[in-house]
């Protein structure tokens, strides 16, 4: 699912996945599902950073 956000720091709309989405796929080990969420949000600039305790973090390439 694929929202656009206004970004309160920059006033600019920026895309953002739902990385919930991601979380549960990799949460039910379907790793190819969360692969091709991560690899849609690259081709748009986003990069996801996974860090310990299963939080996930994200910045624009």
Do not use: C
């Not at 006033?11 to 091709?36: C, G, L, V, Y």
């Not at 600039?45 to 939080?55: H, S």
């Amino acid at each position: 699912m694929t929202l656009t956000l206004y970004n309160t720091l920059t006033r600019k709309k920026e895309p953002f996945t739902t990385i919930e989405q991601r979380k549960e796929a990799r949460k039910n080990k379907n790793f190819a599902e969360s692969d091709r969420i991560r690899d849609q949000l690259k081709e748009q600039g986003i990069i996801l950073v996974d860090q310990p305790g299963g939080v996930t973090t994200w910045h624009r390439s």
